[in-house]
């Protein structure tokens, strides 16, 4: 039989061998009289756990907000209105209404990609009831038109019957609120251009029923908008025959923009389009630039947390010198030495992040009771819908934005782990037994 060698070549461990894990796991339980890496890793853990909880937690909540408020835009408004050029009328009085306005609705709706276009007309008046009185926009829409709108045809959010509305009016929660009506009350609506004499124009007052009160989503319109038959609204307002716009709706309201064109030359000569994305474009500008100075602030203190893995791992180079001193004499390389160390603050970081995305998660799908827990503490008032136009603090959990947070924490904790590991690597042994 042949016998064995001395000289056989022997094979190298891999890289994050057993052993080196079992360093690093014992190395992360410090022993009690070296309570300071036990507290800087806790310190690390927790820092790591509430930065990246805060950074899941504001992306949720600003994915949720740009959501919840490009939803009732789309939700109660045209994604596209067309418009007449200002011209003057049989009496020379400027005007800018559409006097073929079924045939121009008709030709708008064969454009590829139109959902649905209405005529509208609108107008400007007081409303009054019960002594209360509220400036308010009036549309004049048909009724089965109406009902395709989702944010005010909500049966879950509207009081009411929609199908009621060629025998009244239908008004936002806001208006109903301040005026103090509800269904089946009369509401009047005074109109300074209203009849016309041979003493001249007097105001116009009429009384309606409400039929149904909607609730869209929006505070600013819920508190100003009122809608009125079509037919009826022409004669209100005298625009017998006419409307003043159109409103059309898309089926792809993001790309609104490649469809402008089109449907302008449906409309014919002197036709002025006007999208949404015109109207609230500077706010989401504004939106998209909160978002990224968000991002890094957050990140900046994703950064700070990650420091203090940093501070960990330097004290627990410090402290286990002399481990270090033996473990290289026994032959453990200076690659096997730096991975311990890494894997000692990475393991800090993949826990804590993995911990903060669960409470972003967490805190992402139960927003409504968290926000109603601090409304409560604060004693009611932390959030008024008159100014952010929305009536709850809104969250949306997006894989893209989960992924981002731990892309950003993970990197960071890694990268900053590889110096001190690269420190204690390159300490060298007799250095560190001489005083042992």
Same mark, same amino acid.
């Given at each position: ?11 190298? /461990? ?115 009831? +019960? ?16 009902? %395709? ?5 909500? /049966? ?21 609120? =301040?005026?103090?009506?509800?269904? $089946? ?6 109109? /300074?251009?209203?009849?016309? =004499? ?58 609104? !923009? ?6 302008? %030359? ?10 949404? %994305? ?11 630039? !909160? ?57 800090? $970081? ?17 927003? !409504? ?39 950003? +924490? ?9 110096? /001190? ?16």
């Amino acid at each position: 039989m042949p016998e064995a060698t001395d000289n056989a070549p022997t094979r190298p /461990p891999m890289p994050f061998a057993a052993y080196e894990w079992m360093i690093a796991w014992r190395y992360l339980r410090a022993k009690r009289a070296e309570g300071g890496v036990s507290v800087m890793t806790w310190i690390s853990l927790i820092g790591i756990t509430l930065a990246v909880f805060a950074l899941i937690a504001t992306l949720a909540v600003r994915s949720g907000f740009r959501a919840e408020f490009v939803d009732t835009i789309l939700g109660s408004n045209a994604h596209l209105t067309v418009y007449n050029m200002q011209r003057l009328d049989e009496f020379g009085r400027a005007t800018r209404t559409l006097p073929d306005y079924a045939g121009m609705a008709a030709e708008v709706r064969k454009v590829p990609g139109v959902v649905r276009v209405a005529p509208l007309v609108k107008g400007q008046v007081m409303a009054t009831a +019960s002594g209360s009185n509220a400036g308010v926009e009036v549309f004049g829409i048909k009724p089965k038109d109406i009902v %395709q709108i989702p944010r005010i045809a909500n /049966p879950e959010t509207g009081r009411g019957d929609l199908a009621r509305l060629s025998d009244g009016i239908a008004i936002g929660s806001g208006v109903a609120l =301040t005026l103090g009506v509800s269904i $089946g009350d009369t509401v009047k609506l005074i109109s /300074p251009n209203g009849v016309k =004499t041979a003493f001249g124009t007097s105001p116009r007052v009429k009384a309606y029923e409400v039929v149904y009160v909607f609730r869209s989503g929006r505070y600013d319109i819920d508190k100003t908008r009122i809608y009125m038959p079509f037919e009826e609204a022409q004669l209100y307002f005298n625009r017998e025959a006419v409307a003043d716009e159109l409103e059309v709706i898309v089926d792809d309201p993001e790309n609104v !923009e490649n469809l402008v064109t089109p449907v302008a %030359q449906a409309a014919g000569t002197g036709a002025l389009i006007w999208t949404w %994305q015109d109207a609230s474009g500077g706010f989401l500008r504004a939106l998209d630039m !909160e978002d990224n100075v968000m991002f890094v602030i957050m990140s900046v203190l994703v950064l700070i947390a990650a420091m203090n893995i940093v501070s960990g791992l330097i004290m627990l180079v410090k402290n286990k010198g002399r481990d270090i001193g033996i473990l290289r004499t026994m032959g453990l390389t200076e690659g096997a030495v730096m991975r311990v160390f890494f894997i000692c603050g990475s393991f800090t $970081g993949i826990i804590g992040t993995v911990m903060g995305v669960i409470l972003g998660c967490l805190f992402a799908i139960y927003i !409504e009771p968290v926000f109603s827990f601090v409304n409560y503490v604060a004693g009611g008032g932390v959030w008024d819908p008159s100014i952010r136009n929305i009536y709850a603090l809104p969250a949306k959990l997006q894989l893209g934005d989960v992924l981002s947070a731990v892309s950003l +924490s993970l990197g960071l904790s890694f990268v900053v782990t590889i110096f /001190p590991a690269r420190r204690a690597a390159r300490m060298n042994p007799v250095e560190a037994l001489r005083y042992e």
